[in-house]
């Protein structure tokens, strides 16, 4: 026999037609299928459960150092500012200034005026005894 038979035998040979075939739905393998998607969700659902608190744990701690250097920064610029307060208030720096660029005196004896605030019955305060010094000059 030559391969040229054997071709020809396998040409006359009609094709198979499956059109009319159903195939069967195995309940078995839907069932593993949603065992294995349940399994693979709980899975991923304790990881996420697991996970969660660290990461909310580890952005916390970074946000307590933030606001711990933070604080410090801020304690820093309090300290740098009452010392510059202090400073300022230095009344022999005020009097300096006050000589020099503005051009003032220390007042006369005579030209120091002594008032006195009082607190009348109704809550508003008066200042009648700097009224009384001014008339006596005049």
């Known amino acids: 026999m030559s391969w040229r038979s054997l ?4 040409s006359l040979s009609r094709p198979i037609d499956n059109s009319r ?17 349940c399994l693979i969700g709980a899975l991923v659902g304790g990881v996420v ?4 608190p660290q990461i909310e744990a580890f952005q916390t701690g970074i946000e307590t150092l933030a606001l711990h ?28 200034i006050s000589t020099r660029e503005l051009g003032m005196i220390a007042p006369r004896p005579e030209d120091v005026v002594i008032v006195r605030v009082e607190q009348s019955p ?17």
């Open 122 to 138: 109704g809550g508003t305060q008066m200042v009648s005894a700097l009224e009384s010094v001014k008339a006596s000059r005049n």
């Open 69 to 96: 250097r933070e604080r410090e920064r801020l304690v820093e610029i309090n300290l740098k500012l009452r010392l510059e307060k202090a400073s300022l208030e230095n009344l022999q720096r005020i009097e300096a």
């Open 49 to 52: 459960l697991y996970a969660w």
């Open 7 to 10: 071709d020809g035998i396998g």
């Open 21 to 37: 075939l159903v195939r069967e739905v195995d309940p078995r393998s839907s069932r593993r299928l949603w065992s294995l998607l």
